[in-house]
């Protein structure tokens, strides 16, 4: 069974970080793409950042570029993301997502994601 349960969400100052985590496990080798994504209040799910397991470059949204870095740990199964310098429009919920990639890219086209987790929360405050 596929699983990926993130942590790490919390309220925090603008300005302010915090690292998200995704236990993953059973992802099937045909979804090598991991992703983060993020739905605020009445708004519809958008994309954050994406990679290839294993290695490869990333992809992340305009708006977070410079700020959020995502990253894995093989050995331990993990998926991170690294978010600084918050703002309040970050505050959202979190997912992270295992997918296919479009051609050789794992870009953020939410379709492409068969497996998500149940998300967690992050609050910025100004």
């Known amino acids: 069974q596929v699983q990926l349960v993130e942590s790490g969400g919390g309220s925090v100052q603008a300005g302010g970080s915090l690292r998200l985590s995704c236990a993953r496990s059973n992802i099937p080798d045909s979804t090598p793409c991991m992703a983060w994504f993020r739905q605020a209040p009445g708004k519809e799910r958008q994309w954050v950042t994406s990679?290839?397991?294993?290695?490869?470059?990333?992809y992340s949204f305009d708006t977070v570029k410079g700020r959020f870095t995502i990253s894995e740990a093989n050995a331990e199964n993990t998926l991170y993301l690294q978010m600084d310098n918050l703002k309040p429009e970050d505050t959202a919920i979190y997912y992270c997502?295992?997918?296919?990639?479009?051609?050789?890219?794992?870009?953020?086209?939410?379709?492409?994601?068969?497996?998500w987790g149940q998300g967690t929360q992050v609050t910025v405050s100004s």
């Open positions: 990679m290839r397991t294993g290695g490869g470059p990333t």
């Open positions: 997502a295992a997918g296919r990639p479009l051609g050789d890219y794992c870009i953020g086209r939410a379709s492409k994601y068969s497996y």
